[in-house]
């Protein structure tokens, strides 16, 4: 990695970033590739709340600690040094900072990355206006606070103007009734429930408070933040990496992880959509990779536009791959190839396109196998687990029908032009041409990462062959099943189809 003749890298170098949502997924990567590819950044201001029992201080050694940060480890063990948590909360005035950390900020910092937000689709509409939009708001102000700030990072999503079908990198305005300083003065004095009870008024035809809030966050910032170096960056679905910090890395269930998971254990078998739309996939290093050149590259367009750039980070215009495709190859590879160790049916998954085949196979191959395994395990003395765990798998693939069932076309000619400004040694130090990805070997990759990373799964030859073993036995219990169940139907229809026949 030649990051001495990186012009990236070498911007990065003797500069300061405070960074919200270094915690999550998208940050965490962000910090491990900004450190280890830009080795002579400055301080690293991560915004870190204390969770779960355990202080900001012992979140990020915990963090640290973590595989993705093995290869920075390796190289220089003193380099998170350079991580100084800034112990804060989105949701609290003024970020919860105190007054001695606010002036290290505002003195030392030049670039601003802001990735905190709340992805659940489901979450309270209240609770998304403040974390989302709200949060937002509050690192405005304090951006404008910062002496020296030459860029400002919003990471919003692909999926915040969904209610179009076509998708540019431009702004749209909602309309008044959307102003999100009026809705933020809304979540102060309105009770939750009557706030709740505006819900679907407010959605109208976007399927989730999370698409609805990021897009009231842009509006936000296109109305009252253009006095910032600011740029926008809008991914897609995002997923395990294709090369960095390892191919087929992975730490979470969200997304399509936990999809291919549910299929893989063989619990997951039907699906609302439609197999022939695009199924729009950006591996996280790309993802990061471009974010990283979009703060480079805002940083120097500031001064010549009079309106913020937005950048789609997506794959589905460039390099399509189907649902079915997708489909295809995982039912290929958790089958037969590498399948998980422990099953509960042969995995296999297919998409129904209406309501009613929807319900009539969840009932066949959901709720009939769920009732007979719990009974099964209540006759055995052990803990009946399958009933509610196919009421979370049906919630959370019916907040997955929206997208499984559409497709979009972002334009992407700021993408383009960004790399169009790079140099050779950047393009390759941070890739982000869709291009180059082959998905044929990336999926597998991305499914196997679910049994090692996340899963933590013995992937020795011989749990392997006996994974193999055990799904060969399923597909001969399976084809038994289906003899059975057709000669028996054959049976009882003989006789009627016999009179009709003679009569």
Not at 299 to 317: A, D, M, N, R
Not at 450 to 466: A, G, P, R, W
Request: hydrophobic share 40%; glycine share 6%.
């Amino acid at each position: 990695m030649d990051v001495e003749s990186s012009q990236v890298s070498r911007f990065y170098a003797g500069k300061n970033i405070f960074l919200t949502g270094g915690t999550g997924f998208l940050g965490k990567c962000f910090i491990e590739k900004v450190l280890r590819s830009c080795p002579d950044v400055g301080t690293i201001y991560m915004l870190c709340r204390g969770k779960r029992g355990k202080s900001p201080e012992e979140r990020m050694t915990s963090l640290f600690s973590e595989m993705l940060f093995d290869n920075v480890r390796a190289a220089n063990p003193d380099v998170f040094q350079k991580v100084v948590p800034v112990i804060g909360d989105v949701m609290e005035k003024n970020l919860g900072i105190s007054e001695e950390d606010e002036k290290l900020i505002t003195e030392n910092v030049n670039i601003m990355i802001h990735s905190a937000a709340t992805i659940r689709f489901d979450e309270h509409i209240k609770l998304s206006l403040q974390l989302n939009v709200g949060g937002t708001v509050k690192m405005v102000e304090l951006a404008r606070r910062v002496k020296n700030l030459i860029s400002f990072v919003h990471v919003s999503t692909a999926y915040a103007n969904c209610n179009i079908a076509d998708i540019e990198e431009v702004y749209y305005e909602m309309g008044e009734e959307y102003s999100p300083l009026k809705l933020l003065e809304l979540c102060d004095w309105m009770d939750e429930d009557v706030i709740a009870s505006m819900t679907e008024t407010l959605l109208r035809d976007r399927p989730n408070t999370y698409c609805l809030t990021k897009a009231v966050t842009e509006e936000y910032l296109f109305k009252h933040a253009k006095d910032i170096p600011l740029g926008i960056f809008r991914p897609s679905i995002i997923g395990a990496s294709w090369q960095e910090p390892a191919p087929g890395w992975i730490d979470n269930f969200n997304g399509p992880s936990g999809l291919f998971i549910a299929v893989g254990k063989g619990v997951l078998r039907i699906l609302e959509g439609d197999v022939n739309k695009v199924a729009d996939i950006i591996p996280i290093d790309y993802c990061v990779n471009m974010l990283i050149c979009v703060g480079w590259y805002t940083s120097i367009i500031t001064k010549q536009v009079e309106t913020p750039l937005i950048y789609h980070c997506t794959s589905g215009s460039k390099k399509p791959y189907t649902w079915l495709q997708l489909g295809t190859l995982m039912l290929e590879f958790f089958q037969s190839k590498e399948p998980y160790n422990e099953v509960f049916r042969r995995p296999d998954v297919n998409f129904a396109t209406n309501k009613l085949e929807l319900e009539y196979w969840k009932m066949i191959s959901h709720w009939v196998p769920a009732y007979i395994a719990d009974g099964l395990a209540k006759i055995t003395g052990n803990k009946a687990i399958m009933l509610r765990a196919y009421d979370k798998v049906h919630r959370a693939s019916k907040t997955f029908t929206f997208f499984t069932k559409r497709e979009w076309t972002w334009t992407d000619g700021n993408c383009n032009m960004l790399m169009g400004k790079m140099s050779d040694i950047d393009k390759s130090i941070y890739s982000f041409n869709v291009h180059d990805i082959i998905w044929e070997d990336y999926y597998p990759n991305y499914f196997r990462g679910t049994k090692k990373y996340i899963l933590k799964e013995d992937m020795s030859d011989s749990k392997l062959q006996e994974a193999r073993a055990r799904q060969a036995r399923w597909r001969y219990i399976n084809n038994i099943a289906v003899l059975v169940f057709i000669s028996s139907l054959l049976y009882f229809l003989y006789p009627f189809i016999t009179t009709l026949l003679t009569g």
